[in-house]
């Protein structure tokens, strides 16, 4: 039987948006709406926010959050992520599962987890309407088997008109933030160099891709909104609005 460990990173110094982590939300920091809709999954052993930014570390203390200082030349959340499992396996916490849940995903639904964690890398991924145009949105094209081909921010396959036929019906796949790694393909993702493609689009999980590692993605009829943005946190906040 496995055991999980929850990973939510937090970065301070966000350009889009500085701060993002402790914005309020109806009365709440968004690291603790995180925190709270991760510890909702009952296969967590522990969840922790992971983060280099004193400021939220003394915001999870106030809120009795658990939380891992980590080092501020990690290069993105998963880099970060392998820093905290580092810490929790040389102390003799660590897990056969570490799920890192993007800090800025306040609507998160845990029941997106119930899924059978039998490949080292697993990504997750719900077919959106309304953010193929939106380069905050990480878009995903797969394989007839589910593996990851590639992520962009750009609208991903191409829509335009075909000699063929029109494509501009083939659905737009959203990746979610959200990703469950092996310690060992965690171990491999942070010994990789950051690759091209990687740069070029912004997104990490391209490394994997680049070097020929499989990513298995599993749909999620869950969709969430990352908080990139101050217009992103009042579209969060009317819909956290109509759930009460």
């Not at 799920?99 to 029941?111: A, K, S, V, W, Y």
């Not at 019906?169 to 965690?186: H, N, R």
């Not at 993605?217 to 969709?223: A, C, E, F, G, L």
Request: some cysteine.
């Amino acid at each position: 039987m496995q055991n999980f460990i929850g990973l939510i990173p937090a970065r301070y110094a966000s350009l889009r948006f500085p701060g993002k982590p402790l914005c309020d939300l109806l009365g709440k920091p968004m690291i603790q709406r995180v925190y709270e809709q991760a510890i909702k999954w009952e296969k967590f052993d522990k969840v922790y926010v992971i983060t280099d930014s004193i400021e939220i570390q003394m915001a999870c203390y106030s809120k009795q959050i658990p939380c891992l200082m980590t080092s501020p030349d990690c290069k993105d959340c998963l880099d970060r992520a392998w820093e905290a499992s580092q810490q929790l396996e040389s102390s003799g916490q660590g897990a056969d599962r570490y799920i890192t849940i993007q800090g800025d995903e306040p609507l998160f639904n845990p029941d997106t987890l119930n899924i059978d964690y039998d490949h080292g890398c697993i990504n997750f991924y719900t077919q959106s309407l309304t953010d193929i145009d939106d380069p905050n949105a990480v878009k995903v094209v797969m394989s007839n088997t589910c593996r990851a081909m590639y992520f962009s921010r750009f609208s991903i396959p191409y829509r335009g008109a075909s000699t063929q036929r029109a494509v501009s019906t083939v659905p737009c796949y959203k990746q979610i933030g959200v990703y469950a790694f092996s310690i060992d393909m965690l171990r491999i993702y942070h010994e990789l160099e950051p690759s091209t493609l990687e740069n070029t689009e912004g997104i990490g999980l391209n490394r994997l891709l680049e070097n020929d590692y499989e990513i298995l993605m599993r749909h999620t009829p869950h969709d969430s909104i990352s908080v990139d943005t101050p217009e992103d946190r009042e579209k969060v906040i009317e819909i956290m609005k109509g759930q009460l």
